[in-house]
DNA sequence: CCTAGTGTACTATGTAACTAATACACCAAT
DNA sequence: ATTGGTGTATTAGTTACATAGTACACTAGG
């Protein structure tokens, strides 16, 4: 399975991303194993270095848990579930208000936008 | 006024976003003269060559229009705007949708958080 | 003890993006 | 014609990223 990669974002970051929303989503569970770095590198079709940068940076992060000679582990606090999410999707709706704001809508005008977006996808299937 | 940039993109594509949105906004009319690419570079404390850029991306945009020796103007087509407007605006709350359902949120609870927090913001005035 | 598998560290290389510096080409006004 | 302001082109340097290769440290299991 040779994923492909936007070019607009690092792909240790990429990676990084699909782990914490597999985790968010609960398709990771919290003490899990991760793949070791040479075998995620395999499955990701890059270096084990850039697995290694991303490990490193969920670690940073509080995410994981690395262990010499035994591997890489998803963290053991469950509220760390909910704290993620909680944190990511505050971001996201900031980030969100301020993108549709700078191009000058109003508050009820992104609302509605939302609302005929998700409509409309519904209407889709 | 020495601005602040991000370092997740380039200086050239925010400055012409920057710009984009006044557009859009109405701040910069159609066929307005645009400072010129040293001028800019002066205002946004980065190099000439940078600005060019940003003004190259603009026109291969079909936003601006650049005239040797006279300067880089504004589009006349006014239908622009809207266009403008319609697609990032699409865009925007394309990609808001995909992120809030990569954590795992339903349509019913993105719709909710958005309320949310512009009520919040509200209440912050 | 020994081996295999793990994380970790280090150096080197290549590539691409971004920024910078400089020189050139064009236009308008004097 | 000259001058100043404009866009344009070329070259170079810096940085981040990804890759490659090698070596080391630790753990678990046989």
Do not use: C
């Not at 793949?35 to 670690?59: D, F, H, K, W």
């Not at 999410?85 to 969100?96: G, L, P, T």
């Not at 809508?105 to 992104?110: A, G, N, P, S, T």
Request: no cysteine; net charge negative.
């Amino acid at each position: 399975m040779t994923e492909e990669f936007k070019t607009s974002k690092p792909i240790y970051s990429q990676i990084a991303d699909r782990i914490i929303q597999q985790f968010v989503r609960g398709e990771i569970r919290p003490g899990e194993k991760l793949p070791s770095v040479r075998e995620m590198a395999i499955q990701s079709g890059v270096n084990p270095n850039t697995i290694q940068r991303t490990y490193g940076e969920l670690e940073r992060m509080g995410v994981v848990e690395s262990r010499r000679g035994q591997g890489t582990f998803m963290t053991e606090q469950i509220e760390m579930r909910n704290q993620l999410r909680a944190d990511i999707q505050r971001d996201i709706v900031a980030a969100f208000i301020e993108n549709m704001r700078g191009i000058g809508l109003e508050d009820r005008e992104i609302a509605y936008a939302v609302e005929q977006f998700l409509v409309k996808r519904e209407e889709d299937k």
